[in-house]
C-alpha cells in the first residue's frame, strides 16, 4: 500500500511558476513508476508528465513540454513536477499516482493516487 499526499498547489499568474511535491509514505517508493496527472473542471482528467522507477526517464504531454519538469528523489520518497512559464489553461487539479508498471502513460496504468491539489493560473 502506498499513500501520496500532494502539496505546492496555489494561485499563480501567467508566466510564473510553481513547484509541486508528492510525498509518499512506504519503504518501497523506487520500485514504483509516478505521474503527474491533471483535471479541469468540466474536462476528463488527463496525463501530464511521468517517470521511471530510478528517475532516468520521463515523459510529457505536448503541451507542457520544455516548460514541465518532473524528478523524483529516491531517498526522500518525493516527486517533484516544477512548472514553468504557467498558462490559464494549466488550471486544475494536480494528482500524483504510483505505478508498478515499468511504463505508465494513462490512468489506468496507475495503482495509487493522491487526493490532489489545486492549481489556478490568472491571465
Known amino acids: 500500500q502506498v499513500q501520496l499526499v500532494e502539496s505546492g498547489g496555489g494561485l499563480v499568474q501567467a508566466g510564473g511558476s510553481l513547484r509541486l511535491s508528492c510525498a509518499a509514505s512506504?519503504?518501497?517508493?523506487?520500485?514504483?513508476?509516478m505521474g503527474w496527472f491533471r483535471q479541469a473542471p468540466g474536462k476528463e482528467r488527463e496525463f501530464v508528465a511521468a517517470?521511471?522507477?530510478?528517475?532516468?526517464?520521463?515523459y510529457y504531454r505536448g503541451s507542457v513540454k520544455g516548460r514541465f519538469t518532473i524528478s523524483r528523489d529516491n531517498a526522500k520518497n518525493t516527486v517533484y513536477l516544477q512548472m514553468n512559464s504557467l498558462k490559464p489553461e494549466d488550471t486544475a487539479v494536480y494528482y500524483c499516482?504510483?505505478?508498478?508498471?515499468?511504463?505508465?502513460?494513462?490512468?489506468?496504468?496507475?495503482?495509487?493516487w493522491g487526493q490532489g491539489t489545486q492549481v489556478t493560473v490568472s491571465s
Open positions: 517517470i521511471s522507477r530510478s528517475g532516468g526517464t520521463t
Open positions: 499516482a504510483a505505478s508498478r508498471r515499468v511504463a505508465a502513460y494513462q490512468d489506468l496504468d496507475y495503482d495509487y
Open positions: 512506504g519503504r518501497t517508493f523506487s520500485s514504483y513508476a
